[in-house]
């Protein structure tokens, strides 16, 4: 981004300040850079807490100097509300130039739509089924609002290895050198 900035003193004191913030500069952010890839598959996380994550696995593009090849979904309605299928060619940024987000899908790509019949490629797109069971311990599922959750607590073994990764982590007991492959091992 760039900042206009008052670089008089005199006059900068006399515009002065919001609250906090100076009237005598203005933020600028660039519009993020946006890329087009296609989503190879749609795999389910199961998190610490049980919560059900759909992630797009993406062909690697490069958006900003960085390549994507994930992005998180969020929820099952955000695939619904953005008619998001595995196959699809999809338009994807980093969200604040950090988080890789699909922006959009573009259905008019897609491979069974008549005007775009190619016979070099024989993957077609095929919609998420939403799961009835955890694809992780098989636990039922608890519907809350836009999210999913596995009732299946410490049977889950998804939920054990996020719940030792949080407990391990900077922000709790700081353990160094204790990652994500040391906790696979131990639940394993």
């Known amino acids: 981004g760039v900042v206009y900035k008052v670089d008089d003193l005199a006059l900068q004191n006399e515009i002065g300040f919001i609250t906090r913030t100076p009237r005598f500069a203005i933020a600028h952010k660039f519009p993020p850079q946006e890329a087009f890839t296609k ?3 749609i795999q389910i996380q199961v998190g ?3 919560l059900l994550t759909p992630v797009a696995r993406l062909e690697p593009v490069s958006v900003g100097g ?8 969020h929820n099952f309605q955000e695939i619904q509300r953005k008619d998001i299928q595995i196959g699809d ?3 994807v940024r980093r969200a604040g130039d950090v988080i890789p987000e699909i922006v959009r899908s573009l259905p008019e790509k897609r ?3 008549n005007q775009n019949q ?4 024989n993957v077609t797109q095929k919609i998420l089924q939403i799961p009835t069971l955890c694809p992780q311990c098989g636990s039922h599922l608890i519907k809350e609002e836009t999210y999913i959750r596995c ?3 410490l049977v889950c073994q998804a939920q054990i290895r996020g719940r030792l990764t949080h407990f391990v982590s900077r922000k709790a007991l700081n353990i160094d050198g204790f990652g994500e492959k040391l906790i696979s091992k131990l639940v394993d």
């Open 66 to 73: 960085v390549t994507i090849t994930n992005a998180t979904l």
């Open 48 to 50: 610490r807490t049980g």
């Open 151 to 153: 009732s299946g607590g």
């Open 39 to 41: 989503i190879n598959d």
């Open 111 to 113: 491979q069974n739509s």
């Open 89 to 91: 060619i999809v338009v």
């Open 118 to 121: 190619n016979q070099n490629q």
